[in-house]
C-alpha cells in the first residue's frame, strides 16, 4: 500500500485546482469542505475526490461541454 502522505503530496497541486476546474458543474465551497475533511483526516472521502477528479477531466476534455 502507497502511504497517504506520499498520496497526498503527489496530487496536492491537482487537488488545490480541483474547486476552480469544476467551476460552473459543482459549487467550489463544498469541493473545499471535502478536501479539507479529507485531509484533515475527518474523514475519508477518496471515493468522492475520485469521482471529482475524473469528472473535472471530462469537463475539461473534447468529450465534455468546453469541447
Do not use: K, M, Y
Not at 479539507?36 to 483526516?41: F, I, N
Not at 475527518?42 to 468546453?66: F, M, S
Amino acid at each position: 500500500h502507497v502511504q497517504r502522505g506520499v498520496v497526498d503530496d503527489l496530487f496536492a497541486g491537482l487537488l488545490d485546482e480541483l474547486p476552480e476546474r469544476l467551476e460552473g458543474l459543482v459549487a467550489p465551497q463544498p469541493v473545499r469542505d471535502i478536501l479539507a475533511e479529507h485531509r484533515s483526516g475527518r474523514r475519508d472521502h477518496r471515493r468522492r475526490i475520485w469521482t471529482l477528479l475524473v469528472l473535472a477531466r471530462w469537463n475539461e476534455g473534447p468529450w465534455g461541454p468546453a469541447g
